[in-house]
């Protein structure tokens, strides 16, 4: 009698030779290697983004002597808080984060009073020409505040409003002005003319519907604008240098010259302290404030 080999237990080997390795099914996808890429590139940027300011905060707790004798990018051996007295009482640190606070409030407020204005009346009421004054606006972005320095400090000087907090706030606010006027009208554009419609059907004038609609929806648009324009205002020094004239009204970054000593010595570990007083509250705001930051982005390019 005559045995054959089942088909099965025939093709049996040959199935399991046909099965894929361990090698061939891990083998990375496009799709895996690019997410491995922005992975790295995103590690590599967080840290060039956290180093600086780790190293700061480091170098402002650091021994002066320390500080000289040694690597400046090494661990320091020893720390100390006397950098931070030297800072208030050598640098006038407190007059000079007064001075900043006001003119950076002043200019913020006085910015987003008349972007908001400005877009309203161009994208809501609308008027004639107003094409015309939106790319005139355009026209402001280009324009360098260097050609502005000499005539306005004329100017000043002529009215007597040189050496003033308002005489750095109102070129910070103007220069700033063209691009939080776009913002603002990106944002109320995509607002349905059926609201405005509405209220102007129960009577609403155009105050009334800009205090009831427009402005409680456009509170992420408002800290967007103020974020962004506030760490440009806050760190200032061409117009504060340009305008600034007497030593009460010095801002933070005219302050820190004082810190150079004779022969052009300076008190970097004091230095350093200052900076990092001056940087962290604004950084811990943007922190908290990052997120309304980025609906206001998000609310004025895409959707209202």
């Known amino acids: 009698?005559?045995?054959?080999?089942?088909?099965?237990?025939?093709?049996?080997?040959?199935?399991?030779?046909?099965?894929?390795?361990?090698?061939s099914r891990r083998?990375?996808?496009?799709?895996r290697i690019s997410r491995i890429i922005s992975r790295v590139l995103l590690?590599?940027?967080l840290v060039l983004q956290v180093y600086p300011f780790l190293w700061l905060l480091q170098t402002s707790l650091r021994?002066?002597?320390?500080?000289a004798s040694a690597n400046p990018f090494s661990i320091p051996t020893q720390l100390t808080l006397d950098n931070f007295s030297r800072a208030f009482e050598q640098g006038h640190l407190l007059r000079s984060i007064l001075n900043s606070l006001i003119i950076t409030g002043g200019a913020c407020?006085?910015?987003v009073v008349c972007g908001m204005a400005g877009a309203y009346a161009i994208a809501v009421l609308g008027f004639r020409f107003s094409g015309l004054v939106r790319g005139l606006f355009l026209l402001g972005i280009v324009v360098p505040v260097q050609v502005a320095l000499v005539p306005l400090f004329i100017d000043y000087s002529r009215i007597g409003m040189l050496d003033t907090?308002?005489?750095?706030m109102i070129p910070l606010a103007g220069f700033a002005l063209p691009m939080a006027l776009y913002l603002f009208l990106s944002f109320y554009s995509y607002i349905p003319r059926e609201l405005y419609e509405a209220a102007t059907l129960d009577g609403a004038g155009p105050y009334r519907i800009f205090a009831r609609i427009t402005l409680p929806m456009?509170?992420?648009?408002?800290?967007?604008?103020?974020?962004?324009n506030a760490i440009f205002i806050w760190n200032d020094f061409v117009f504060a240098n340009t305008f600034i004239l007497s030593e009460e009204l010095k801002t933070i970054p005219l302050?820190?010259?004082?810190?150079?000593?004779?022969?052009?010595?300076?008190?970097?570990?004091?230095?350093?302290?200052?900076?990092?007083v001056t940087v962290t509250p604004l950084l811990l705001v943007f922190l908290v404030l990052n997120r309304a930051m980025i609906y206001g982005l998000e609310s004025g390019a895409s959707k209202g």
């Open 165 to 168: 907090h308002l005489s750095v």
């Open 255 to 276: 302050g820190l010259q004082d810190y150079i000593g004779a022969m052009g010595n300076t008190d970097w570990t004091a230095t350093f302290a200052a900076v990092s």
């Open 43 to 45: 590690a590599a940027v």
């Open 109 to 111: 407020l006085l910015l």
């Open 1 to 23: 009698m005559t045995v054959t080999s089942s088909p099965v237990l025939a093709d049996a080997p040959s199935a399991r030779g046909a099965r894929p390795t361990g090698r």
């Open 63 to 67: 021994d002066r002597e320390d500080f």
């Open 27 to 31: 083998r990375p996808t496009p799709l």
């Open 218 to 228: 456009s509170w992420n648009t408002v800290v967007t604008v103020v974020m962004v």
